[in-house]
């Protein structure tokens, strides 16, 4: 989900809460003067407490919104500063910018889900281009069933080691914006390079 879109869906959360309790605050007027007091209050009670219970809902996933657009975006960032486009190019489909560095996968048509993806990244592929990130991988965190150890010798170099959480953030970067996304739109050129690129010719 982009800022814009975010703030799209703040703004309808934040309109229904003053919209219900308005509603609420109402409620008095439609009623029938002359009905008992304890009659007049049950209504508007249930009425707030089910205004109340709907409003917390929307501002939770509200708030998860926003916590999972700040998490993609820091996934982005780590995507930019890690040389994951060197191999993968910048939008992940294999089109690399210097044929000095191996060629990556195209991952917008991966079948790996998160778990795959994360091994991947923290163990990298022996053999491969593909590097271990994980500065524990092999000797602390177990990979691919193997005993802990030493590292295989022909793993790819990495550009730089990442944190667990930097790897969590790049996981759910992919897992939003990349894996499954298939051709490079314009709009995720727009989001990539923040709306500092000319990105006509995508569509």
Same mark, same amino acid.
């Given at each position: 989900?982009? +800022?814009?879109?975010?703030?799209?869906?703040?703004?309808?959360?934040?309109?229904?809460?003053?919209? =219900?309790?308005? %509603?609420?605050?109402?409620?008095?007027?439609?009623?029938?003067?002359?009905?008992?007091?304890?009659?007049?209050?049950?209504?508007?009670?249930?009425?707030?407490?089910?205004?109340? =219970?709907?409003?917390? #809902?929307?501002?939770?996933?509200?708030? %998860?919104?926003?916590?999972?657009?700040?998490?993609?975006?820091?996934?982005?960032?780590?995507?930019?500063?890690?040389? #994951?486009?060197? @191999?993968?190019?910048?939008?992940?489909?294999?089109?690399?910018?210097?044929?000095?560095?191996?060629?990556?996968?195209?991952?917008?048509?991966?079948?790996?889900?998160?778990?795959? &993806?994360? *091994?991947? &990244?923290? @163990? +990298?592929?022996? %053999?491969?281009?593909?590097?271990?990130?994980?500065?524990?991988?092999?000797?602390?965190? =177990? @990979? !691919?069933?193997?005993?802990?150890?030493? =590292?295989?010798?022909?793993?790819?170099?990495?550009?730089?080691? *990442?944190?667990? $959480? $930097? &790897?969590? +953030?790049?996981?759910? !970067?992919?897992?939003?914006? &990349?894996? +499954?996304? %298939?051709?490079?739109?314009?709009?995720? #050129?727009?989001? !990539?390079?923040?709306?500092?690129?000319? @990105?006509?010719?995508?569509?």
């Amino acid at each position: 989900m982009d +800022g814009a879109t975010l703030n799209d869906a703040l703004f309808l959360v934040v309109t229904f809460v003053a919209v =219900a309790v308005a %509603g609420v605050a109402r409620l008095d007027f439609r009623l029938p003067s002359n009905l008992h007091a304890r009659s007049t209050t049950r209504p508007r009670t249930r009425a707030a407490v089910s205004v109340a =219970a709907a409003a917390a #809902c929307m501002l939770q996933a509200a708030a %998860g919104l926003a916590q999972d657009d700040a998490k993609v975006r820091a996934g982005l960032e780590t995507w930019r500063s890690s040389g #994951c486009a060197d @191999c993968h190019g910048p939008f992940a489909d294999g089109n690399r910018d210097d044929d000095d560095y191996p060629m990556g996968a195209n991952l917008r048509t991966t079948r790996l889900d998160a778990a795959a &993806i994360t *091994l991947t &990244i923290r @163990c +990298g592929r022996p %053999g491969t281009g593909m590097p271990s990130f994980d500065a524990g991988a092999y000797t602390v965190r =177990a @990979c !691919y069933g193997r005993p802990l150890g030493a =590292a295989p010798d022909n793993l790819q170099p990495t550009p730089r080691t *990442l944190s667990l $959480e $930097e &790897i969590d +953030g790049l996981v759910t !970067y992919s897992q939003a914006r &990349i894996v +499954g996304h %298939g051709k490079v739109t314009r709009q995720e #050129c727009l989001f !990539y390079y923040e709306d500092s690129a000319d @990105c006509d010719e995508f569509k």
